[in-house]
């Protein structure tokens, strides 16, 4: 069965840390693209892409997480990883990882639960 699990959210304070996990089990990570996307709750709130990792190991970030989030693969564990530095509240959301044949694709699926990162002072 194909499925992706997210876990790692929580509440920080701006400035800080989490990293996020996206578990992959019934295919190959790194025969598939895995993107992060991010749905922050509230009246018209659409799921956004954040960041992906190709097949090839390619990665692309949103213009509003680059050089603050890194996202990385570790086929051993067959997870992707989204490590989120200097965290702001506006990155409050709840994250899912889904998987497609490229990043720039339009058939994302096999959606996990999501993780919610929320961050407050």
């Known amino acids: 069965q194909v499925q992706l699990v997210e876990s790692g959210g929580g509440l920080v304070q701006p400035g800080e840390s989490l990293r996020l996990s996206c578990a992959a089990s019934?295919?190959?990570?790194?025969?598939?693209?895995i993107g992060w996307f991010r749905q922050a709750t509230g009246p018209e709130k659409e799921r956004k892409g954040v960041s992906c990792i190709s097949s090839d190991g390619s990665t692309y970030y949103a213009d509003s997480v680059k050089g603050r989030f890194t996202i990385s693969r570790d086929n051993g564990k067959n997870t992707v990883y989204l490590q989120m530095n200097s965290l702001k509240p506006e990155d409050t959301a709840v994250y899912y990882c889904?998987?497609?044949?490229?990043?720039?694709?339009?058939?994302?699926?096999?959606w996990g639960q999501g993780t919610q990162v929320t961050v407050s002072s």
């Open positions: 019934g295919f190959s990570l790194d025969s598939r693209a």
């Open positions: 889904a998987k497609d044949s490229a990043c720039w694709g339009t058939d994302f699926n096999s």
